[in-house]
C-alpha cells in the first residue's frame, strides 16, 4: 500500500453521535490515511491523552477581553501617565525613566556602592556576603600600624599581620584622598575600608563653639563634654593647702640673708636633720674624760715597766683600773691622752702610749723622753724634758696604758708631781 502525502486526524466521541467534536471530552483519536482518494482508512490505534502535544491548557478555554479594567497603549505612553504616578520623594521620573530618590533606612548611597563594587564581579548581595566575610575574618582584632604617604609605599610592606590598618593620605589608586585600608590574610591583600577624614568638630555635640579661648578646656560630666573655664577645685594633684592658705604663705614670704646655709638643711624620710645629706647626730651624752694622778709612794721604773696613776679624780666614760693603770677608749671616738711627770732618775726614762695586750706603739709612733740633771740646790736628779701628748682613734674598742719603754739607770715617778689627763674630742 502506498502512503498518502497528508494524514488527517479526527478526534471523535460518542456523546453526540460522532457528528461534531466536542473538545470539554475526548474518547478516541482517529488516524485517517485517504491511500485512494476515498478517505477510506480506520482506527490506526488508540492514543492516550497525556502523549498529545501541543493541546489547550484548559477545555473550554478562560474567557479573556480588554475591557475598560485596563489601561490603553495610548494611555500608558502618554508623559503624564508616570508623573502622576510617583510622589517625588522615594522616586521621581526624570525625562521618561523612573529614579530612587530615598530609601527609608539606607545608609549608603550609589555612589558608594558603585566604588565598593568598582573592578568586581557578581550582585550586589555577592559582594555584601563577600565584605561580611572580610569584616568577620579581620575582627578578632585590628591594630592601628601608622601612616603611609602613597598606596605604593603600602604595597612594600611585608611584615604584615591580619587586622593591621594603615592610613593612606596621597592614595594614587583613589584620587589621591586619604584612605585607610586593613590587611587580610586570608585574601593575602590589603581591603580598602574608606576614605580617612578629620574634623574639628565633635560629632553629635551640639555646643561646639566656633572658636576657643585661651584657658578653657574640655572635660567629660555625666551629662556630656563641656567646654568650660579651668577650676583650681578640679584638678588633679594639686596642692594639698587651700587656696586661703596659698594666699597667706605668699603674703608671708621673705628672704632670708641666711639662705645659702639654710639650704644645707633638710629632714630626711627618717626624720633625722641633715645637713648637705649628712645625718646629724648631736651628741647627747657629755664627752667622755679621765684625770688621775701618782699618789703615796714613788713607783720604780725599769725597761717594760707600765706607769700606774693610782687615784682617779674625775672623769666619765673612760673606764681606768687605779691597780694595772690600764685605761679602755672606744672605737670611733677620737682622744687626746697627756701626760706630765716629775721622774727621779740617773739616765733617761722614755713614756709611749701602747696597747696593753700587746704593747704595740700607735698614735704617730708617740714618744716623749726625761732626761737626768744635776741641780744646785738638791740632790733628786729631775727630767730635762716631757709632757707627753698623743691623739689616737681606735678602730676597735680596747684597753691602752702608758709604758716607759725604755729606762737608763735607776728611776722612779715620783707622787704628787704626775698626771694623766684623757679627753674625748
Not at 33 to 51: C, I, S
Not at 159 to 186: I, P, Q, W
Not at 194 to 205: H, N, P, Y
Request: glycine content about 10%; proline content about 4%.
Amino acid at each position: 500500500m502506498a502512503k498518502s502525502k497528508e494524514t488527517k486526524v479526527h478526534v471523535m466521541n460518542d456523546d453526540n453521535g460522532g457528528d461534531k467534536p466536542n473538545y470539554s471530552k475526548v474518547d478516541k483519536v482517529y488516524v485517517m490515511n485517504p491511500t485512494d482518494g476515498g478517505g477510506g482508512g480506520g482506527v490506526a490505534d488508540e492514543v492516550a491523552w497525556e502523549n498529545v502535544t501541543g493541546k489547550p491548557a484548559s477545555f473550554p478555554p478562560a474567557e479573556h477581553n480588554h475591557d475598560d479594567r485596563y489601561y490603553t497603549k495610548e494611555q500608558i505612553d502618554a508623559p503624564e501617565f508616570m508623573s502622576d504616578r510617583v510622589d517625588n520623594i522615594t522616586v521621581a521620573l526624570e525625562g521618561r525613566e523612573l529614579k530612587v530618590q530615598n530609601v527609608d533606612g539606607l545608609e549608603i548611597g550609589v555612589a558608594d556602592i558603585n566604588e565598593w563594587l568598582a573592578g568586581t564581579s557578581g550582585n550586589i548581595q555577592t559582594q555584601i556576603d563577600g565584605l561580611g566575610d572580610t569584616i568577620t575574618g579581620i575582627a578578632g582584632g585590628m591594630t592601628f600600624k601608622g601612616i603611609e604617604e602613597t598606596r605604593a609605599d603600602l604595597d612594600a610592606w611585608t611584615n604584615v599581620e591580619n587586622g593591621d590598618v594603615v592610613v593612606v593620605l596621597a592614595d594614587e589608586t583613589r584620587d589621591d584622598g586619604r584612605s585607610m585600608y586593613v590587611y587580610n590574610d586570608d585574601l593575602g591583600k590589603w581591603d580598602y575600608i574608606g576614605t580617612f577624614t578629620f574634623t574639628t568638630e565633635f560629632t553629635a555635640l551640639s555646643d561646639t563653639p566656633n572658636n576657643y579661648q585661651s584657658g578653657k578646656y574640655l572635660r567629660s560630666s555625666s551629662s556630656g563634654i563641656i567646654y568650660d573655664d579651668v577650676d583650681y577645685q578640679t584638678l588633679k594633684n594639686k596642692p594639698e593647702s587651700t587656696i586661703t592658705e596659698i594666699d597667706s604663705a605668699v603674703v608671708k614670704a621673705h628672704e632670708h640673708s641666711n639662705k645659702r646655709a639654710l639650704d644645707t638643711l633638710d629632714v630626711n624620710d627618717n626624720g633625722e636633720l641633715t645637713i648637705n645629706g649628712v645625718v646629724h647626730a648631736p651628741n647627747s651624752k657629755p664627752k667622755q674624760r679621765l684625770y688621775a694622778r701618782r699618789t703615796g709612794t714613788e713607783q720604780p721604773l725599769s725597761s717594760g715597766t707600765t706607769c700606774v696613776f693610782n687615784t682617779k679624780y674625775e672623769g666619765e666614760g673612760i673606764p681606768y683600773d687605779t691597780n694595772s693603770g690600764v685605761f679602755t677608749l672606744e672605737a670611733g671616738k677620737t682622744y687626746r691622752v697627756f701626760v706630765t711627770a716629775s721622774i727621779n732618775t740617773e739616765g733617761f726614762v722614755i713614756l709611749r702610749l701602747v696597747t696593753a695586750d700587746s704593747n704595740a706603739v700607735i698614735a704617730d709612733n708617740n714618744q716623749a723622753i726625761w732626761m737626768s740633771v744635776n741641780p744646785s740646790n738638791t740632790n733628786w736628779k729631775e727630767s730635762s724634758a716631757g709632757p707627753l701628748l698623743a691623739y689616737i682613734t681606735p678602730t676597735t674598742t680596747k684597753g691602752f696604758k702608758i709604758r716607759a719603754s725604755s729606762v737608763s739607770g735607776t728611776s722612779g715617778l715620783r707622787p704628787g708631781h704626775c698626771a694623766l689627763e684623757i679627753t674625748e674630742i
